[in-house]
């Protein structure tokens, strides 16, 4: 089997995954979730309310710098445990469907498995929601008036 091959057959194993909703994907931990020692994402109490802060911040009016800033005065540790955080994590974080209880699956792509760069989707391939996956810690009305041009794909099952 060659490179090319066996990526496919990858692939092929991940959107399957993917579209029958037993992906270990779905259960990839993000800041403001622990792993249950069942596997399980759950939310993690120390960290709940530093999501709700920077949602609240954001819709107050603070930029992402401004965020970063007043993260740091709070003495609060970035998700990798640096002392500052980037506005990308920031954003990355302000845009994670996973704070409303659900997963999208397949949110970036491999186009070349030579070079193995990751590409976001932008509707090349389908992608997969599922609803209800975990606990949420923010509504899905507020998650919108943070995300206004969130489009969601058909939920599964």
Same mark, same amino acid.
């Given at each position: %089997?060659?490179?090319? *091959?066996? !990526?496919?057959? /990858?692939?092929?194993?991940? $959107?399957?995954?993917? *579209?029958?909703? !037993?992906?270990? %994907?779905?259960?990839?931990?993000?800041?403001?979730?622990?792993?249950? @020692?069942?596997?399980?994402?759950? /939310?993690? @109490?120390?960290? &709940?309310? &530093?999501? =709700?802060?920077?949602?609240?911040?954001?819709?107050?009016?603070? !930029?992402?710098?401004? /965020?970063? #800033?007043?993260?740091?005065?709070?003495?609060? @540790?970035?998700?990798?445990?640096?002392?500052?955080?980037?506005?990308?994590?920031?954003?990355?974080?302000?845009?994670?469907?996973?704070?409303?209880?659900?997963?999208?699956?397949?949110?970036?792509?491999?186009?070349? #498995?030579?070079?193995?760069?990751?590409?976001?989707?932008?509707?090349?391939?389908? *992608?997969?929601? /599922?609803?209800?996956? =975990?606990? %949420?810690? %923010?509504? $899905?009305?507020?998650?919108?008036?943070?995300? @206004?041009?969130?489009?969601?794909?058909?939920?599964?099952?």
């Amino acid at each position: %089997m060659n490179v090319i *091959q066996k !990526s496919e057959a /990858i692939k092929n194993g991940l $959107r399957k995954g993917f *579209q029958d909703g !037993s992906s270990k %994907m779905a259960k990839r931990k993000c800041y403001g979730y622990t792993l249950s @020692p069942a596997g399980e994402l759950e /939310i993690n @109490p120390d960290e &709940v309310n &530093v999501v =709700h802060w920077i949602f609240e911040r954001y819709l107050a009016g603070d !930029s992402l710098g401004e /965020i970063a #800033v007043g993260l740091e005065r709070l003495g609060i @540790p970035s998700p990798t445990g640096k002392p500052i955080w980037s506005r990308e994590a920031i954003n990355k974080l302000l845009s994670n469907e996973k704070y409303t209880g659900d997963v999208l699956l397949q949110k970036t792509f491999v186009k070349d #498995v030579l070079t193995g760069k990751q590409f976001k989707n932008q509707g090349e391939l389908e *992608q997969y929601l /599922i609803q209800q996956h =975990h606990p %949420m810690i %923010m509504s $899905r009305e507020l998650f919108e008036r943070v995300n @206004p041009n969130t489009q969601n794909s058909e939920p599964l099952g």
